[in-house]
T-cell receptor, first 114, second 112 residues
Framework: GENVEQHPSTLSVQEGDSAVIKCTYS??????FPWYKQELGKGPQLIID?????GEKKDQRIAVTLNKTAKHFSLHITETQPEDSAVYFC?????????????FGTGTKLQVIP | SAVISQKPSRDICQRGTSLTIQCQVD?????MFWYRQQPGQSLTLIAT?????????ESGFVIDKFPISRPNLTFSTLTVSNMSPEDSSIYLC?????????FGPGTRLTVL
C-alpha cells in the first residue's frame, strides 16, 4: 500500500516569513495529493490539492508543487500569519476500488511567531 | 464541498462499555469513511461504508470491535465496543464527493 512521509514534524517561523512542508510517497499509482489544516479541537480542513496531471497549483498565499518522477510534493505558505498556526497533513491517494483511497502523512505542527 | 456533523462531540466513558458515534452529511454520498486519530498522531482509516452493504475494514480493525451502520445515503454510525483506554482517540467521519475528501469535526473519546 501507499506510504507517505512528511517533514519536518515541527516548524517555527516568524510572522511574514515563508513555510515549506515536504512529503514523499511510495505508490506510483497515486494521482491525487490533498493538504489539510487541522486546528486544535477541529477536524482536518482541506486547504489545497493537486492532481498528477499538473506540477504546481496556487491559491493566494498557498501553493503546492508536485514532482511525479521523484515522488515528492510540497506545500508552500508565504507571508505567514499567526492564524496559519496549526497541524498540516499531506496525503497521497490512488484511485482504487471506485474511490480515492487516501493515506496521510504524519503531520507538521506549524507555529507562526508574531 | 460537504457539511458533516458528528454526535457526540466528546465523551468520557468507562472501560468495557460501548459508544455509538453518529455522522450526518448534508448531501447524499455513496461512500462514507471512518478514521481514528490517536493523540498527537495522524489519521488512520478504520473502514469504508457503502449504503446497503457491509463495511470494508482496513487491516487491524474488525467488525466486532467497530461495527458500522449505513442506513441511508446521508447517515452512518460507528460503534466502539468493549472500550479500553487504548481506544481513547478522535474518531472522524469523512466523505469524498467528486473525489475531494472532507472531514467532520470529530468525536473526542476518552476511556477511563
Amino acid at each position: 500500500g501507499e506510504n507517505v512521509e512528511q517533514h519536518p514534524s515541527t516548524l517555527s517561523v516568524q510572522e511574514g516569513d515563508s513555510a515549506v512542508i515536504k512529503c514523499t510517497y511510495s505508490d506510483s499509482a497515486s494521482n491525487y495529493f490533498p493538504w489539510y489544516k487541522q486546528e486544535l479541537g477541529k477536524g482536518p480542513q482541506l486547504i489545497i490539492d493537486i492532481r498528477s496531471n499538473v506540477g504546481e497549483k496556487k491559491d493566494q498565499r498557498i501553493a503546492v508543487t508536485l514532482n511525479k518522477t521523484a515522488k515528492h510534493f510540497s506545500l508552500h505558505i508565504t507571508e505567514t500569519q499567526p492564524e496559519d498556526s496549526a497541524v498540516y497533513f499531506c496525503a497521497a491517494s490512488p484511485y482504487s476500488g471506485g474511490y480515492q483511497k487516501v493515506t496521510f502523512g504524519t503531520g507538521t505542527k506549524l507555529q507562526v511567531i508574531p | 464541498s460537504a457539511v458533516i456533523s458528528q454526535k457526540p462531540s466528546r465523551d468520557i466513558c468507562q472501560r468495557g462499555t460501548s459508544l455509538t458515534i453518529q455522522c450526518q452529511v448534508d448531501s447524499q454520498v455513496t461512500m462514507m469513511f471512518w478514521y481514528r486519530q490517536q493523540p498527537g498522531q495522524s489519521l488512520t482509516l478504520i473502514a469504508t461504508a457503502n449504503q446497503g452493504s457491509e463495511a470494508t475494514y482496513e487491516s487491524g480493525f474488525v467488525i466486532d470491535k467497530f461495527p458500522i451502520s449505513r442506513p441511508n445515503l446521508t447517515f452512518s454510525t460507528l460503534t466502539v465496543s468493549n472500550m479500553s483506554p487504548e481506544d481513547s482517540s478522535i474518531y472522524l467521519c469523512s466523505v469524498a464527493p467528486h473525489n475531494e475528501q472532507f472531514f467532520g469535526p470529530g468525536t473526542r473519546l476518552t476511556v477511563l
